[in-house]
C-alpha cells in the first residue's frame, strides 16, 4: 500500500467514524448502513518488525496501518535471543498515525544491540468480541509507577485472561519493564521496574510515572478470524517458565512462521527481568525469563505463568465493539477488505 493510499484511506474512515453512522463498504464486501455495535470493525493490526540498534540515542518510527480515533495500546514484546546481552523494547510517541520504538537495553549496557527479531499488536481502548471466534478482547492505559497498580477490568471473565502490559511513554530516562501479577478474574496489578543497580543501588526505586498500556484476551481461545482468514490462538503456559527455555506449544499447526506476542502473568520473582524467546515455528516456541545483570551476575530466576496471543499472519484484527472504555472511542465501520491483509514467511 502506498503512503498517500494510507492517508486518504484513514481519512475517510475516521470522517465515517465521526458521524456515528456511516455508509461504505463493510468489512464483509458489503454496502450498507450499519451501526457500531453492530458492524465488524477494525479494532487493531498486527505487524512483524527485524531490527537493530545503533545505540541508546535512536529511536525507530513505525507507521500504523489501521484507522484509529485515539491513541491506541501498543504491545512489543518479547525480542528474539540473537544477541547475548538483555534487552526489551521500549515505546514513545505513541499516536493514531504511528509509534517510534527501540531496543532499550539496560543502564549498565552500552545500547548498541544486533538484529532481532519481534512482533506488535495495536489495540484502540475498548470493549469488543473478536469475529469468528467470539473471544473477548479489551484494551486500556494506566497511570503506573515503581509501585503495583491495581486494574480492574472492563469486563467480567469466566476465568483470568491473557494481559499484556507495556510502557507508552518516555517519562523517565532510566530503561523499564512492566511486570504484570493477573491474580483474578476481575483484577490485575503492574508496576514498573527498573535495573535492580539503579538509582545508585538504593533499596527504594523511583520513576517517573508512565503511561502503561494493557490488552486483556479472554481465554481459552483458538479459530479463525473472519472475515480476514487469520489464524489465531490465546494461550497459557503452567507455572514452569524460568530462566531456561520453555518449549511452549501451539493449540494448532500455522501454514507459516505465526506472529508472537506474550507476556509473564505472575510476579513470583521479585528480580527486574523480561521475556526471550527463540525457535519460532509453525508448531510452537522456547521462551525464557531473562535477568538482568546490573547489581550482581546471577540471573536465576524462579517459575512464572506466561501468557501470549498467536496470530497466523500480520494484518488488521475484526471485532465488534461492546462498549466504550476509558480513554476510547467507537468508530461505525471500517473497511477490512479494502486493507487487505499482508502476510510474510520467515523462520528464525
Request: charged letters at 20%; glycine letters at 10%; a negative charge.
Amino acid at each position: 500500500m502506498q503512503e498517500n493510499d494510507r492517508i486518504d484511506r484513514r481519512g475517510y474512515l475516521k470522517g465515517i467514524a465521526a458521524a456515528g453512522i456511516g455508509t461504505g463498504v463493510s468489512a464483509l464486501g458489503i454496502t450498507g448502513t450499519a451501526t457500531a455495535q453492530d458492524a465488524v470493525l477494525s479494532i487493531g493490526e498486527v505487524g512483524t518488525i527485524r531490527t537493530d540498534q545503533s545505540g541508546p540515542g535512536e529511536w525507530h518510527t513505525e507507521a500504523l496501518d489501521g484507522a484509529y480515533l485515539t491513541d491506541p495500546v501498543v504491545i512489543m514484546k518479547p525480542v528474539s535471543s540473537q544477541g547475548s546481552q538483555p534487552c526489551h523494547i521500549r515505546l514513545r510517541n505513541v499516536t493514531t498515525d504511528s509509534f517510534q520504538y527501540q531496543i532499550e537495553e539496560w543502564n549498565y549496557l552500552d545500547g548498541a544491540h544486533t538484529t532481532e527479531r519481534f512482533f506488535y499488536i495495536a489495540v484502540e481502548p475498548g470493549q469488543y468480541t473478536l469475529s469468528g471466534v467470539a473471544t473477548g478482547i479489551e484494551a486500556g492505559h494506566e497511570p503506573v509507577d515503581m509501585n503495583p497498580q491495581s486494574v480492574e477490568f472492563l469486563a467480567t471473565y469466566d476465568q483470568n485472561p491473557v494481559v499484556l502490559t507495556q510502557s507508552q511513554t518516555y517519562n523517565g530516562p532510566d530503561a523499564i519493564v512492566t511486570r504484570t501479577d493477573v491474580s483474578s478474574s476481575n483484577t490485575f496489578s503492574v508496576q514498573l521496574q527498573e535495573e535492580e543497580g539503579g538509582d545508585s543501588g538504593d533499596q527504594v526505586k523511583y520513576h517517573e510515572t508512565e503511561s502503561v498500556g494493557y490488552i486483556a484476551f479472554e481465554r481459552p481461545a483458538s479459530g479463525i478470524l473472519d472475515p480476514v482468514a487469520t489464524d489465531f490462538e490465546v494461550g497459557l503456559t503452567p507455572n514452569a517458565v524460568d530462566d531456561e527455555f520453555f518449549e511452549a506449544s501451539f493449540r494448532q499447526t500455522y501454514s507459516q512462521t505465526p506472529r508472537f506476542i506474550a507476556d509473564l502473568q505472575t510476579r513470583d520473582g521479585p528480580d527486574t527481568s523480561e521475556l526471550r524467546y527463540q525457535h519460532l515455528d509453525r508448531n510452537g516456541v522456547d521462551i525464557r525469563v531473562e535477568e538482568e545483570q546490573s547489581l550482581d551476575i546471577e540471573t536465576n530466576h524462579t517459575t512464572e505463568r506466561v501468557g501470549y496471543v498467536v496470530f497466523g499472519q500480520d494484518g488488521l484484527i475484526p471485532g465488534i465493539s461492546l462498549g466504550i472504555g476509558s480513554n476510547s472511542s467507537l468508530r461505525s465501520s471500517n473497511a477490512l477488505s479494502e486493507s487487505g491483509s499482508d502476510s510474510c514467511s520467515d523462520s528464525e
